[in-house]
């Protein structure tokens, strides 16, 4: 078992990463939210039918809990749910003093922890992330989102959880392409932070030499968040860093309407082309795009997604780290080490122009 603390100044929490912890998470529940008398369990159609009721029995008969399970995928993540959930959360009576749980990948995560952020004007929630994707990235820092329309994270809040219950063993049932999913943004860690958890995870060779270090991995994924999130909790300075690879990531994304690629593909193909454009810029190391390119091949990730300009401009427009016609593009000097840069959305533009179609 592995503890890492998270001391945010009255929102301190624990992320606690254990086999076989999905059986004990009404204890590590019960803990981190001691006034809480009822507990609502939110999770999808594939998560559902392989640890809803093991969760939810791992409640003690004294507390009501009820299972809500939505449909999975991307598009889950919208207005029409996010209405659903507050109803379902009234339907059983939840309380400002009582908690909701969030099991699942990190559309539930996401979906979920903005609905506790805004029923009531907001009432605890408790992570109990069951990808890699959101095990390493969307359960730890407290940002919690729907998708609109005009693209992805629009709507949203700052909301701590109260706890981040993570079982490694949750990922043996994930498909090749999920684990993969989530191994982009375990890459991405050591792309911005350390070179040499960047090289570990190259000797680790696959999925198995991975599986073979999990908890290390994960523990190492989420200290390196964690210590992001303290110094900058809402995204103004050191946390823009975490989106690295995610301006044209979220382009992807778009472009083939969250169907054909998934969040990890595309943030993959990302972290390459950012790459390449700070060499343009001479940031970056001529060394780095090569690194990045291996790496993602090895993992079973893309280093390449045709785009569109227009869908290129759609996104770039949207970038949640824009102020007024001002982009913080995030590149890297060499691996391990990231250059925050301003540019005019323009000039990201001109940048992107060699990659998009028409």
Not at 105 to 111: K, Q, R, S, Y
Not at 274 to 281: K, M, N, R, S, Y
Request: charged residues 25%; hydrophobic residues 40%.
């Amino acid at each position: 078992m592995k503890n890492l603390n998270v001391p945010l100044p009255g929102r301190e929490y624990n992320i606690v990463i254990e086999s076989g912890l999905l059986d004990q998470v009404g204890r590590y529940c019960r803990t981190a939210c001691p006034r809480a008398r009822r507990f609502v369990i939110v999770t999808d159609s594939n998560v559902g039918p392989l640890y809803g009721e093991r969760v939810k029995n791992s409640f003690s008969e004294r507390f009501p809990v009820r299972l809500v399970t939505l449909p999975a995928g991307e598009k889950t993540k919208s207005v029409e749910w996010l209405s659903f959930l507050w109803e379902a959360f009234m339907d059983f009576g939840l309380t400002r003093t009582d908690a909701v749980i969030a099991l699942g990948g990190g559309v539930v995560g996401d979906l979920t922890g903005f609905a506790a952020a805004s029923i009531l004007r907001g009432v605890d929630f408790i992570q109990v992330p069951t990808t890699l994707l959101a095990q390493v990235d969307s359960s730890v820092g407290g940002k919690v989102a729907i998708d609109l329309e005009h693209g992805k994270n629009l709507a949203g809040a700052f909301w701590q959880p109260r706890a981040v219950l993570m079982d490694p063993d949750c990922l043996k049932t994930l498909s090749d392409r999920f684990f993969a999913d989530g191994m982009a943004e375990v890459l991405k860690y050591g792309c911005i932070w350390d070179a040499d958890f960047f090289q570990r995870l190259l000797d680790c060779g696959n999925r198995v030499g991975i599986m073979a270090q999990i908890e290390e991995v994960l523990y190492t994924c989420c200290s390196i968040k964690a210590q992001v999130v303290l110094e900058d909790e809402q995204d103004h300075g050191l946390r823009m860093i975490l989106n690295f690879g995610h301006t044209l990531g979220h382009a992807y994304e778009l472009a083939y309407h969250y169907e054909t690629y998934t969040h990890g593909q595309a943030v993959a193909a990302g972290m390459c082309r950012a790459a390449e454009i700070g060499v343009t810029l001479g940031v970056t190391d001529p060394a780095v795009p090569e690194q990045i390119v291996r790496a993602v091949r090895q993992f079973g990730l893309p280093d390449w997604i045709d785009c569109s300009m227009e869908d290129y401009r759609r996104a770039v427009g949207l970038d949640k780290k824009s102020t007024g016609n001002q982009i913080t593009l995030i590149l890297l000097e060499e691996m391990g080490k990231t250059k925050p840069t301003r540019l005019s959305r323009e000039q990201v533009l001109e940048l992107i122009a060699p990659y998009g179609k028409g």
